[in-house]
């Protein structure tokens, strides 16, 4: 049966014109696990847990949670839906230029590209920010107020923080390029790791509450903007607006589900197991997510006093907390580890894209980063380059919270634009469908999902993310000139009819370099 699935991936993937150079190892579990490890609730939902909280109160943690989380859900399932059809490395990449021509997919590329590489760079800086405050600090008792420790700035300050940071980034690349089965293994463990902690995260802090357990806490809308929430989030008097706001909390911690579309060439039974992966993992998220970041609120001996601790919160809930320290110990360890394995499967979500864009010609160096080594069976220097732009991202020095609003961003943008491509295409030049087909509900799924999209994308410019806002303009009229300039006339994009039959004649001879 598996040898019957995996010539029916071969034969998709060779009738979009491309050889089978990845390994295919990767199980519907594997290729869930890698979206659920990218969207890790232990990392955003921890870092990022201020965003909300210190925006509109428990109703932002309460209330926000699930609306950001169902918004989520629907364009996980629109995606899926092209993925299904479509099972592609790059997926994004592919849907925008098969379903809205070669600029949207161009577009999209180079925002889901720069997407993930922001990704890579917040949640390695989250890794060790975790790492310093839980682990140096919150086990050993070690002082790491020093401005060594802290994020980089331009008068030099912050060290040990870029090395720290830097040394992460490398041994997730060194892992992804020098054996894909370990990687394989660990982003597997990561599924079971994540659940598990957050699980047992989740029953201590109730458990050992210092407090008894104020349920009307998570309906309870409170402006903690400005002072009242430690600065976090800039002053307004709307408390509708700082809701809004408050949905990067989300915006942040559920992204990254495309990975399991830019696995595909490596994942068995690709149109059924790619479109279920993405869905699962934001399914399984927003649940399990939802229950932790509840407990985060209902824990606390104090909202007002928790809403003042501004970016400290989470590491001052667990300290107010009544739980054993062995405990308290135990899970610190576990939450870093499981943002570690969430790095290690960024890396590899960013160079598949990378690998992808490239093996069209659409980068610098094409034929460098579409390179497979035929020892290792990656895109070796695409894992090098995704790593050595995600430590650059990081010289910046408020990397966390421009990075993690802007990984958000122009993941999402990099989302609507396919997304909105397959609504006018459907029926048209879309017309045949994989085994994942909403049927009747296609089309208002993916409006929904563009409009929700759209609104998750759009918190992510507001104060103090003006930068984020900043470079997408930026980004966008770079592209429009360099488009009209050079890239319309010089990149042909995804293969399509003499172009698929010229390549196919090529797929033999270079899937014989390779010895599965």
Known sequence: MADKSMEH???????????????????????????????????????????????????????????????????????????????????????????????WGWVTAWFNLLGLVFVISSVDAGV???????????????????????????????????AGVGSIIVIHAAINHFSIRLTTILTDLSGYWIMVVAILLTISLLVFAPVPLEFSRLWTFTNNTGAVGGDVMPQTGSILYAFVIGLLLVTYTITGYDASAHTS?????????????????????????????????????????????????????????????????????????????????????????????????????????????????????????????????????????????????FLYISYIIPVAAGIFAEGKTWKQKGPFDLGALSKPVAVIAVLGAFVLAWVGFQPPNQLVGYLVVGLLVFLLILWFASERTRFHGVPEGDRIKERQKMIAETEAKYKD
């Open 9 to 103: 991936d071969k034969k998709v993937l060779h009738s979009m014109g491309y050889a089978q150079e990845l390994s295919r190892r990767m199980s519907g579990f594997s290729n869930f696990a890698i979206s659920f490890s990218i969207i890790c609730i232990l990392a955003g939902g921890i870092t990022a847990f201020p965003f909300a909280f210190s925006a509109a109160g428990g109703g932002g943690i309460g209330v926000g949670w699930l609306v950001g989380g169902l918004f989520a859900l629907i364009v996980s399932f629109a995606m899926g839906q092209i993925a299904s059809s479509y099972p592609t490395a790059g997926g994004l990449y592919h849907w925008g230029s098969i379903l809205g021509g070669r600029a």
């Open 128 to 162: 060790f920010q975790l790492f310093r405050d839980l682990i140096l600090h919150g086990i050993f008792g070690m002082d790491v107020s020093a401005a060594a420790w802290q994020a980089n700035s331009v008068d030099g300050s912050g060290i040990i923080w870029l």
């Open 265 to 409: 060439e490596e994942t068995h039974d690709a149109q059924i197991n790619v479109p279920k992966g993405m869905w699962q993992a934001v399914f399984y998220s927003m649940i399990f997510g939802y229950l932790m970041v509840c407990s985060f609120v209902l824990a606390m001996p104090s909202v007002a006093e928790g809403a003042a601790q501004g970016w400290n919160v989470f590491f001052w809930i667990m300290e107010s907390s009544e739980m054993p320290v062995f405990l308290r110990s135990l899970l610190y360890v576990g939450i870093v580890f499981a943002n570690f394995l969430c790095g290690l499967a960024c890396v590899t979500s960013c160079s598949r894209m990378m690998y992808a864009f490239a093996r069209d010609d659409g980068l610098p160096f094409s034929k460098a980063l579409s390179n497979v080594s035929v020892q290792y069976r990656v895109p070796a220097v695409s894992v090098w380059v995704s790593a050595a732009l995600a430590f650059l991202s990081c010289l910046y020095g408020g990397a966390f919270i421009v990075l993690a609003a802007g990984c958000a961003v």
